[in-house]
């Protein structure tokens, strides 16, 4: 899988640039993910950068999302691996998270998804801590969509919630700065 051909893929397939920065956002974080884990930074980061491709072609249907988005990341050379996270990290399926890709893409989607909403058009990266935000994470009111149990699966690959959030933040933050607004 070729992470140019994965990105014109998207341009062609995906006009929200939000959606964009999060797909961008939750390749940076399974980057960090699998370099913490000892796992294949490429394989884990490229799964994280197609895993919504599909995202405006089924046009949110939450039945379909997913399946085309593995059809396509399949046409693009990703592993049988790589499409079966992309599948489960979709909870509509109801396909089991097996393997250690499979349940740090739920997580980190969801942790990038809301970092990456909280983020889109401000400065704010820059003044944001790991302590800060954990805080915050804690009351209902700072990133109210957060699916909290989701993000705190990343206790099943073995790191706490403060660990995880750093390392999403930090991988984040390290992207940010090209994002622009």
Same mark, same amino acid.
């Given at each position: 899988?070729?992470?140019?051909?994965?990105?014109?893929?998207?341009?062609?397939?995906?006009?929200?640039?939000?959606?964009?920065?999060?797909?961008?956002?939750?390749?940076?974080?399974?980057?960090?993910?699998?370099?913490?884990?000892?796992? /294949?930074?490429?394989?884990?980061?490229?799964?994280? =950068?197609?895993? &919504? %491709?599909?995202?405006? *072609? @089924?046009?949110? +249907?939450?039945?379909?999302?997913?399946?085309?988005?593995?059809?396509?990341?399949?046409?693009?050379?990703?592993?049988?691996?790589?499409?079966?996270?992309?599948?489960?990290?979709?909870?509509?399926?109801?396909?089991?998270?097996?393997?250690?890709? /499979?349940?740090?893409?739920?997580?980190?989607?969801? =942790?990038?998804? &809301? %970092?990456?909403?909280? *983020? @889109?058009?401000? +400065?704010?990266?820059?003044?944001?801590?790991?302590?800060?935000?954990?805080?915050?994470?804690?009351?209902?009111?700072?990133?109210?969509?957060?699916?909290?149990?989701?993000?705190?699966?990343?206790?099943?690959?073995?790191?706490?919630?403060?660990?995880?959030?750093?390392?999403?933040?930090?991988?984040?933050?390290?992207?940010?700065?090209?994002?622009?607004?």
């Amino acid at each position: 899988m070729d992470r140019e051909e994965v990105l014109n893929s998207i341009q062609a397939n995906v006009q929200d640039q939000n959606a964009v920065k999060h797909m961008l956002a939750t390749e940076a974080v399974m980057r960090a993910l699998a370099k913490r884990l000892g796992e /294949d930074e490429e394989e884990w980061g490229l799964t994280g =950068l197609v895993h &919504d %491709i599909d995202v405006e *072609l @089924v046009e949110d +249907d939450p039945h379909s999302h997913s399946k085309l988005g593995a059809d396509i990341a399949r046409e693009l050379g990703a592993t049988e691996e790589m499409a079966h996270a992309i599948l489960c990290h979709n909870q509509a399926h109801g396909i089991p998270r097996e393997t250690r890709l /499979d349940k740090a893409l739920f997580c980190a989607d969801a =942790l990038s998804a &809301d %970092i990456t909403d909280a *983020l @889109v058009g401000t +400065d704010r990266p820059k003044g944001w801590t790991t302590k800060s935000v954990t805080k915050r994470f804690r009351g209902k009111g700072f990133m109210a969509g957060v699916n909290r149990e989701q993000v705190a699966q990343c206790r099943e690959l073995g790191l706490e919630l403060e660990e995880f959030v750093s390392l999403g933040l930090e991988a984040i933050k390290g992207i940010a700065a090209n994002w622009g607004s």
